[in-house]
């Protein structure tokens, strides 16, 4: 797609990733092509009805506060040695991943109106080479049929469709899994981009699968293993303990991964909306609000992420429909609310924090400056002013040795005593 469309929607726009308005226009009016070509018998623009608009916030919400939530990231913070390193790394971390969440959504629409205009209602003769390099691992079918070549689509899509070998809408089918990996391809890029997509795409599955296994079986050791079950557990049992909760943990989503409940993206989704439902209430309310309490905390847990994985599993499993028309990868604006509320209500009916706790929840937001986040003329002024102490301190200490001396009677010897 070029950032300079001449087609009236993104005339000379040169940042179209960031405003790609004029792209879900463009795929509309394709859209409405198709129907009058006989290329499709019926298309749903993606925001009609006016809900989905309502179902798409409610998902790029999930998704900020989940990001807000995911424990594996928070753990990152513990690693900067100062104050000052620890928002550096926040802003950067926000910065690549505010250019993520902006450029995804435009990377699915390019996608997708370069499927509809050079894919679909062209001749099986002309097709694509990535529409059978992507067949032979059965991430694409052509005709209900993963095809690998011209012919076998040709004689796919003659017994479906009796000779009409204009590709239709209905004929071609794509993984969603296959997307992101395809899209360059899509595009006509080398294959080596592919390549180079997937090796990143697998190396942050890698990196996020990582830190989430050491948070959650550090998590399970530690609070829940040593802290109410074993206290006197030695240092050798807690790590013994972590590692067969780390590889516990791991088969259990190898499981649930291959039992492929939905396609990868959904999954992330879900995985953002239970962090949030789960997480976020309990951080929020922690920090800034000084009469949560450890049983409201629970109370908020249990509730919002229970309400969130409740409604998931309906959905997909038990068949439910949808409330209020939100998609469940958006399920935790449900959980969200109940969170809160469970937290406040819970902290409310029950004693308040104890005061070493709201000292420690007081260093959080009125923390103590190091080192790092000091000029060398402050540093030498705290100097200064430590060695005064220090002398002051000193001589307090010799003040009160001498009038304790002064006022104590004196005692007889040993030796006086025994004569």
Known sequence: ???????????????????????????????????????????????????????????????????????????????TPSVRAARRSVTWSLAFILVLYMTAPAYAAFAKLEVYTN?????????????????????????????????????????????DYLLRLKDLKISKDAMVIATPEIAGLPYTIAGLVSAGGLAASLSTADGLLLAISNALSHDIYFRLIDDKASIQKRLLISRVLLVVIALMAAGTAASKP???????????????SGNFPALVLGIWWRRANAQGAI?????????????????????WELWGGISN?????????????????????????????????????DFKVTGEDLTAEELEDIKEKEEALARTQVLQVSNTAEETAAATPATPTTLESSI
């Open 1 to 79: 797609m070029s950032t300079t469309q001449d087609d009236g929607f993104n005339k000379n726009n040169p940042v179209e990733f960031l405003v790609y308005g004029g792209t879900l226009q463009a795929i509309a009016l394709r859209e409405k092509e198709m129907v009058l070509l006989g290329l499709a018998s019926k298309v749903t623009p993606y925001l009609e009805p006016k809900w989905r608009r309502v179902d798409f916030f409610a998902l790029t919400f999930c998704l900020m506060v989940g990001t807000a939530s995911l424990p594996h990231v928070l753990m990152r913070y513990f690693t």
């Open 329 to 365: 990868v958006a399920a935790a604006v449900f959980g969200l609310p109940v969170g809160f509320a469970a937290n406040i209500i819970v902290s409310l009916l029950t004693s308040p924090p104890p005061d070493n706790v709201l000292a420690m929840v007081d260093s959080l937001r």
């Open 262 to 276: 939905a396609d990868i993206l959904s999954m992330v989704a879900w995985a953002f909306s239970l962090a949030a």
């Open 299 to 319: 109370a908020g847990i249990i509730c919002g992420w229970g309400l969130t994985l409740t409604y998931l599993l309906g959905t997909v499993y038990g068949g």
């Open 119 to 163: 894919v679909i209602g062209q001749p099986l003769s002309v097709l694509p080479q990535w529409v059978f390099t992507y067949g032979k691992i059965g991430l694409t079918s052509v005709c209900g049929k993963a095809v690998t070549s011209v012919n076998e689509a040709v004689e796919a899509c003659a017994q479906a469709t009796g000779g």
